[in-house]
């Protein structure tokens, strides 16, 4: 399932890219615009008064950057972003291969907003996203992170009117983050430059590459400075990123929290064997069990599974709604916007629609369809048990699961995996 792209200008890409060159200049240096020095005006554009220098935990930032973590809650850094924040500052590439819930998004967010120039309103760093979800919650949290800095952050995806990003850009964006799709359109169109990039992300890359989008990266990374630091986030490393790392990262830190067969400890992890056809009469009893302040992810591995099961469940007066890529922009933002807030408490999505799902407030994650492989089900349930909350993690293992469900077991052991009875089958 591929995220919706309009058509885009392709250029031919060089078969052998000039090797990299070491950083010739500091990393902290700003490239400077001859446009007035003012902030980008989509940016915060906040005043900050306080001191120029603070920390976040051990790690010291600029005193602005330090404010926005405090004001946002954030008071020690998590594992990836203590490995990763101060190199990532000074200008290292990065390898950051962790679980889903880790923090890497502050792991690269903070570091962009202390090396880009607020007052240059070129567009110096780019994040590559493979879903919309993702973007708009990466760009959320950039603009919190750099909201004392004047920081301008741009989102740019398929599904939104391409007319709003336009003037956005035109005004000045100091980050754009988007689908590869997306960012190629407004590049053949001639509405976004990366010739000034100092700051490459590609998070999520496994992902990037399983929907599509590997000759995309590779089109992008092209067309920045070969100057720019490259930080590249996945959960796996395939051999398509062990080519992305070779090919266009200079000497990266490496870093490898978790793995992606490692599940968080918060998570309590059981399961049901279900006949197929009785995983929904199973689904409504367990809920009958569930909190009623719990805020529910279920996965379904198609977008009719999604929409099906949504509606059998609305049909028992339950607050629940669908998402996937099937469904419209406005449709996808009302679902998110309603779960987000607690008035919706059950969510049933598919993997890629759920990737930009960032909700502490998650509560349990079931996977009504199992995964096809471990990665998956870490990242699935990965999405609870956030900022050291309890999480629980519900599987459903049908007659024709059990062949992969074995491959789960035995990379996460049985120690790990509680199976549950269904009164139905007594």
Known sequence: MTPAQEPVV??????????????????????????????????????????????????????????????????????????????????????????????????????????????????????????????????REVERIGKYRGVSVCAVYGGQPIQRQLQQLQRGANVVVGTPGRIMDHMGRGTLDLQHVKVAVLDEADEMLDIGFADDMEFILRRTPRTRQTLLFSATIPGFVRKLIRRYQDDPMWIQLGAEIQTVDEVDQIYFEVAERDKEAALRLVLNDVE?????????????????????????????????GGLSQGERNEAMGKFRSGELSILVSTNVAARGIDIPEISHVFNYDLPNNVEEYVHRIGRTARMGRRGYAVSFVAEWDFEGWEKIRSHLGDGRLVQGKLPFYD
Do not use: W
């Open 10 to 139: 392709r250029e031919p890409a060089a078969e052998n890219p000039a090797p990299l060159r070491k950083r010739a200049t500091s990393p902290l240096a700003h490239t400077r615009s001859e446009a007035p020095r003012t902030p980008a005006p989509s940016g915060g554009g906040l005043p900050y008064q306080g001191p120029e220098r603070g920390k976040f935990g051990d790690i010291e930032l600029s005193g602005a950057v330090a404010a926005a973590l405090a004001e946002m809650g954030y008071v020690d850094p998590s594992p990836i972003q203590m490995e990763a924040v101060p190199g990532c500052i000074e200008g290292r590439d990065l390898v950051g291969q962790a679980i889903t819930g880790s923090g890497k998004t502050a792991a690269f967010g903070i570091p962009i907003c202390e090396r880009i120039d607020p007052y240059d309103r070129n567009v110096q760093a780019i994040v590559l996203v493979p879903t919309r979800e993702l973007a708009m919650q990466v760009t």
């Open 292 to 324: 009623k302040d719990a805020r529910i992810l279920v996965f379904r591995r198609t977008q009719i599974g999604v929409d099906r099961l949504a509606r059998a469940l609305k049909s028992q007066t339950l607050p629940v709604m669908g998402l996937h």
